[in-house]
């Protein structure tokens, strides 16, 4: 008796727009909170100045730390994206680096900025993949 094993590749679709904007609003909310929750417990050394505090640079890191952390560890993805059935994935769907991460975090103001330029002149460019995540070799993938 022979046995024959095939190994199946999974399909992988890439997330649209709307699961990843929802994810990241969740996340939005909940480092709002954690820094609302910083704010309150800390001293600020200048009350007059809304965006050059100190805490601000606290603020970054906390974001920094929590999108780059949580997009390496098992679940591959932040609280928002596992709520939404979404991981980050390398190109053939392994676990990313710190480093992959900490790039995706860096670019996703140029990458929001580029989506809005090209909604306004009503550029398509025919794929799910953010600016990010092409510069940083990623995909956001659904479950």
Known sequence: MQ???????EKTELADLS???LAFALDVLLLLTLIGLTDYFT???????????PERLLHLLLG????AGTETCPCQ???????????????TGERISFRAATLRFMLRPAAA????????????????????????GT?????
């Open 3 to 9: 046995n024959t094993y095939t190994q199946s590749k």
């Open 19 to 21: 699961a990843r904007l």
């Open 43 to 53: 001293f600020s050394s200048n009350d007059q100045a809304l965006f050059l505090k």
């Open 64 to 67: 920094w730390l929590y999108f």
């Open 77 to 91: 993805g932040t609280l928002g994206k596992y709520l939404m059935n979404l991981r980050v994935t390398g190109p």
């Open 113 to 136: 900025v580029l989506a809005v330029l090209r909604f306004l002149v009503g550029l398509d460019d025919g794929g799910r993949r953010a600016f990010h995540d092409r510069v940083a």
């Open 139 to 143: 995909q956001v993938i659904a479950r």
